[in-house]
């Protein structure tokens, strides 16, 4: 069973820094594309970043809206993927979530993790 | 980017019935490879998105044969047939031809 539990969310402030995790199982981590994505309270999910596999040399894909400023990456032997997020702003108040790729579409999404920008 | 357009943006069905939701994107989302990277999810309420439909028509694996996806180029539909109440939720559409990939609005289905 595929699963993927994201951590790390929390209350922060405006220009500071959070980092993400999402810890997989269930299925072989290193071979797959990951990506995270974010949904606003009562607004449609939001694509952040995607990342490729080893095979893919790691390679990364960014939405204009985050690029610069969030960093995805992944640890193939800890089945970890990770999202590096700076300079926070109220409006990056979202829910967090990792999915698994099956091809160009997202094929199981973790719970999500809140992340909370508020002085 | 591309933008998704889906309608209605809420729909009331009796059980049993059929509803469609229809999503129409900015541009087409035909990849350079031939596929059509057009997907449908259905987020319950207090969860996270569920996978329903990909590359237009597919449903995924577990998903009822009561859901259906149709369409080509920039125009494309979600059936639901014999309605249950399991059903309720959010329907989204996603494309995954462009960069970035977006999603659209969303459809709120409710079971009179």
């Known amino acids: 069973e595929v699963k993927l539990l994201e951590s790390g969310g929390g209350l922060v402030q405006p220009g500071g820094s959070l980092r993400l995790s999402c810890a997989a199982s269930g299925f072989t981590f290193a071979d797959f594309y990951m990506s995270w994505i974010r949904q606003s309270p009562g607004k449609a999910p939001e694509w952040l970043s995607f990342i490729r596999n080893k095979a893919n040399s790691y390679t990364t894909e960014y939405n204009p809206s985050v690029k610069g400023r969030f960093t995805i990456s992944r640890d193939d032997t800890q089945n970890v993927l990770y999202l590096q997020m700076n300079t926070l702003r109220a409006e990056d108040t979202a829910i967090y979530y990792c999915?698994?790729?099956?091809?160009?579409?997202?094929?199981?999404w973790g719970q999500g993790t809140l992340v909370t920008v508020s002085s | 980017d591309v933008v998704m357009t889906q309608t209605p943006v809420s729909l009331s069905v009796s059980l049993g019935g059929q509803v469609s939701i229809s999503c129409r994107s900015s541009?087409?989302?035909?990849?350079?490879?031939?596929?059509?990277?057009l997907s449908w999810y259905l987020q319950k309420p207090g969860q996270s998105p569920q996978l329903l439909i990909y590359k237009v028509s597919n449903r995924f694996s577990g998903i009822s044969d009561r859901f259906s996806g149709s369409g080509s180029g920039t125009d494309f539909t979600l059936k639901i047939s014999r309605v249950e109440p399991d059903d309720l939720g959010v329907y989204y559409c996603?494309?995954?031809?462009?960069?970035?990939?977006?999603f659209g609005s969303g459809t709120k289905l409710e079971i009179k």
């Open positions: 996603g494309q995954g031809t462009q960069y970035p990939l977006t």
């Open positions: 999915a698994k790729h099956q091809g160009n579409w997202f094929a199981y």
């Open positions: 541009q087409s989302l035909v990849h350079n490879n031939g596929n059509t990277y």
